[in-house]
């Protein structure tokens, strides 16, 4: 069935530093991929998406790439500051379909 | 924030007692989603609905049911709740085409 692999499942870098998660997903057939950060004790929420026509899209620090034949994409956080530590999630959607298949979440700990 | 309104938001409650968690949305989305989320297991889907009377399982459906009467109104049932059901559920809501699901801020329900 549809899957999207994540890793790593945590990860700890000193404020400042970049940070990267990663994902590959299975269904060809996926061409929406959002990004929900979670924040201890509070619900998942939208930080960034991107759609398969696009190779890379930024948010100020921020940005998700995709590489559509490779069935991968990946979160890039730079500058990192204590209050994106959270949990993060990527997912992988199909046209016409309304089920989001998530990965297992990465734990992010920025340390100061 | 998306209309979504969960409750209750916490319950504590005993093996063998029914149970039912409600999720209203004022988006008027035709799809609604029922999560639970387990430390180590991210978000794994309960059950889903595509409209008014149509629903159809997800991945962890059993010992759950749902109904969805209404446009605006998504219930999940456990019918004889267990304390593997103790768990964080989280509802969502996502509209047609490829667009994010948006979450309800979660009901904490400890079976004892």
């Known amino acids: 069935g549809e899957n999207v692999e994540q890793h790593p499942s945590t990860l700890s870098v000193q404020e400042g530093d970049s940070a990267v998660i990663k994902c590959t997903y299975s269904?060809?057939?996926?061409?929406?991929f959002p990004w929900y950060k979670q924040e201890l004790g509070k619900r998942p929420q939208l930080i960034i998406d991107?759609?398969?026509?696009?190779g890379e899209k930024k948010d100020q620090r921020i940005a998700v790439t995709l590489n559509k034949t490779a069935k991968h994409f990946s979160l890039h956080i730079t500058e990192t500051q204590p209050e994106d530590s959270a949990v993060y999630f990527c997912?992988?959607?199909?046209?016409?379909?309304?089920?989001?298949?998530f990965g297992a979440g990465t734990r992010l700990f920025v340390k100061a | 924030d998306a209309g979504i309104t969960q409750s209750p938001r916490h319950k504590v409650t005993e093996t063998g007692t029914p149970v039912t968690l409600r999720c209203h949305q004022t988006?008027?989305?035709?799809?609604m989603y029922w999560y639970r989320q387990d430390p180590g297991h991210g978000l794994r889907l309960i059950h889903y609905?595509?409209?008014?009377?149509?629903?159809d399982k997800g991945e962890v459906s059993d010992g759950y049911s749902v109904s969805r009467s209404k446009t605006e109104d998504f219930l999940l049932t456990l019918e004889s709740a267990t304390s593997s059901q103790t768990s964080v559920y989280f509802c969502?809501?996502?509209?047609?085409?490829?667009?994010?699901?948006?979450f309800g801020d979660g009901t904490r329900l400890s079976i004892l």
């Open positions: 997912a992988a959607q199909s046209t016409g379909g309304f089920k989001t298949i």
């Open positions: 269904d060809s057939a996926s061409n929406y």
């Open positions: 991107i759609r398969s026509n696009v």
């Open positions: 988006e008027n989305h035709r799809y």
């Open positions: 609905s595509y409209g008014v009377k149509d629903t």
């Open positions: 969502a809501i996502g509209p047609e085409g490829n667009q994010p699901q948006h």
